[in-house]
């Protein structure tokens, strides 16, 4: 694998662990967070980062932003929320938006032919998935897998005992 530029260094050990570790407190709307990122997260990880993944992952995170906006309003007409809680959310908004950022800066070339602007080297916009050329280290992607599926594990666990809390007659 070739050195690795100060961007990929940011995002693989510093907005991507951050931004898994930021949310396990709520269920459902968080599943949906994650699976929102999932799916920009993969691209990064298994394919060449060009116009059509980093367009991918510029609605990832729109989605991701209307379900945080949507899990806040719910939850601010249902309890109240603590400033620690708030400071989770506000690092649930940021790592995918630092990551994003990182991710068009290191690749520069595709995020201006992406925005309609000359790239950086003349080149067109990329609209192809195609799989990394040079891969990540395995142990990297397999650890960032394994610990998406235990987030995930927690988030899905967090559900099941609310639905179960939700059909206890003590409850209702």
Avoid at 82 to 107: K, N, R, Y
């Amino acid at each position: 694998m070739h050195a690795p530029v100060p961007e990929t260094i940011l995002l693989m050990f510093g907005v991507l662990p951050l931004w898994l570790m930021a949310g396990v407190p709520e269920s459902l709307l968080h599943l949906l967070m994650l699976a929102e990122m999932a799916i920009a997260v993969l691209a990064v990880l298994w394919l060449e980062i060009n116009a059509a993944v980093l367009a991918l992952c510029i609605v990832a995170f729109l989605a991701h932003e209307i379900t945080v906006y949507a899990d806040l309003r719910w939850s601010a007409g249902q309890r109240q929320i603590t400033p620690l809680e708030q400071m989770i959310h506000s690092l649930q908004e940021i790592m995918p938006l630092v990551g994003l950022a990182l991710l068009a800066s290191s690749h520069w070339d595709q995020a201006s032919a992406l925005a309609g602007l000359t790239g950086a080297g003349g080149e067109e916009a990329s609209w192809s998935f195609t799989l990394k050329r040079v891969a990540l280290p395995g142990e990297y992607i397999a650890s960032a897998v394994l610990v998406g599926a235990a987030l995930a594990a927690c988030y899905v666990e967090e559900l099941w005992r609310c639905m179960k809390a939700r059909a206890t007659p003590t409850h209702r």
